[in-house]
């Protein structure tokens, strides 16, 4: 099993960023997925949720309206769109199985 985040970066308040984890090792779309997040000296933070198929989304009251998750079971690959990014959203992001809360290794995002 392996999830594999990318798209973090720097970016100023106000940009975008549109973060992908994918996956292998396992059947994608048989697993809700989520994101979470952790800023350096915090506890983590659940972002947002993904049904298996992708018709229902769950979002954080944190990122609503900002954020939004989605994913492509044929290409086994969960994304998290961030727009209208602010400095309270800097810290590491996972996507995870709902299930089991398995995770990747994470991808920073800081935004200035």
């Known amino acids: 099993v392996q999830l594999v985040e990318s798209g973090g970066g720097l970016a100023q308040s106000g940009r975008s960023l549109r973060l992908s984890c994918a996956a292998s090792g396992f059947t994608f779309s048989s697993y809700a997925m989520s994101w979470v997040r952790q800023a350096t000296g915090k506890e983590v933070e659940w972002v947002a949720g993904?049904?298996?198929?992708?018709?229902?989304?769950y979002y954080a009251d944190s990122v609503k309206g900002r954020f939004t998750i989605s994913r492509d079971n044929a290409r086994n690959t969960l994304y998290l769109q961030l727009n209208a990014l602010r400095t309270e959203d800097t810290a590491m992001y996972y996507c995870?199985?709902?299930?089991?809360?398995?995770r990747g290794q994470g991808t920073q995002v800081t935004v200035s």
């Open positions: 995870a199985r709902v299930v089991d809360d398995y």
């Open positions: 993904i049904s298996r198929g992708g018709e229902t989304t």
